[in-house]
């Protein structure tokens, strides 16, 4: 049962006038962009579809066409400007678990996280070795495989590696290019 709340009249007319800049920074998201047909005959709207807790919101800009062409192929969408907000309804994005019913979101995990962080250790261990530092490398890689069990196969290639290549062959593979 959901007892989050939609933002209120007052709520939407205070995003008027604010850009699509300052409503991400202010925790919505962008579900959505394109066009549709004003009431006019030639009349194009352009609409933006935003995610701000588990409700959508059509949030009409004020740009014509052209301008908003512009601003996706200059990346400046976000100095685009609302000028009326609509709500749609509880978003289709409500049923994932991160979407909690009192209206809270929680911030999904990144996934390279742990292995951003494997990588970084890997390289300090490396620059240590390289600057003539002793390092026992057994034991830093027994330490890598409790800290990062789901990644011992990967620590266990990168010693092989290293066993095979020696020191600055492995770096050589690890360092990017510029």
């Given at each position: ?113 742990e292995i951003s962080e494997l990588m970084t250790e890997i ?56």
């Amino acid at each position: 049962m959901f007892t989050a709340e939609p933002l209120t009249d007052e709520e939407r007319a205070a995003l008027v006038g604010k850009t699509l800049a300052e409503l991400t920074e202010a925790g919505f998201e962008i579900g959505s962009n394109g066009t549709e047909s004003g009431e006019g005959e030639n009349e194009v709207l352009i609409v933006y579809t935003l995610r701000f807790g588990v409700f959508d919101y059509a949030c009409r800009m004020d740009a014509d066409e052209e301008a908003y062409e512009a601003a996706k192929e200059n990346d400046t969408e976000g100095e685009l400007a609302v000028a009326d907000v609509k709500l749609i309804g509880i978003t289709e994005s409500a049923a994932n678990r991160r979407f909690h019913t009192d209206g809270t979101v929680e911030e999904p995990e990144d996934p390279l996280a742990e292995i951003s962080e494997l990588m970084t250790e890997i390289m300090a261990l490396l620059e240590q070795a390289q600057s003539g530092e002793e390092a026992d490398i057994s034991e830093a890689i027994a330490a890598l495989k409790a800290e990062h069990p789901d990644y011992a196969d990967m620590i266990d290639f990168y010693l092989a590696l290293y066993q095979q290549l020696g020191m600055d062959g492995f770096a050589s593979l690890l360092t990017t290019a510029e």
